[in-house]
Nanobody
Framework: QVQLVESGGGLVQAGGSLSLSCAAS????????MGWFRQAPGKEREFVAA????????YYADSVKGRFTISSDNAKNTVYLQMNSLKPEDTAVYYC?????????????????WGQGTQVTVSS
């Protein structure tokens, strides 16, 4: 099992920045990649960004490219999501997730472990 704990959410004005963290513990060696997803009220959970532990290869949803940056600190088993130029439509609960393979890395359905989520609210 892999345990994931997110932190860093909060309230920010449009145009502002927030940084999220996700600390992994447990059988972290079984995790190949980490992802960030978000779910707004009344909407389905959607992919935001992902990163592979070994090569640090990154993936982004088109809606966040150029504004969000995912990074990792392998020594700390921690993944970060730096969010800049935030928009009201970025408001959602943000979830960290881990997966054991590189298959379908942007798919919500292919992550085995999930954190509890952290709220991000962007006011206009």
């Amino acid at each position: 099992q892999v345990q994931l704990v997110e932190s860093g959410g909060g309230l920010v004005q449009a145009g502002g920045s927030l940084s999220l963290s996700c600390a992994a513990s447990g059988r972290t060696f079984s995790s190949i990649a980490m992802g960030w997803f978000r779910q707004a009220p009344g909407k389905e959970r959607e992919f935001v960004a992902a990163i592979t532990w070994s090569a640090g290869t990154t993936y982004y949803a088109d809606s966040v490219k150029g504004r969000f940056t995912i990074s990792s600190d392998n020594a700390k088993n921690t993944v970060y999501l730096q969010m800049n130029s935030l928009k009201p439509e970025d408001t959602a609960v943000y979830y960290c997730a881990a997966k054991r393979t590189l298959l379908r890395i942007t798919s919500t359905d292919h992550y085995e472990y999930w954190g509890q989520g952290t709220q991000v609210t962007v006011s206009s």
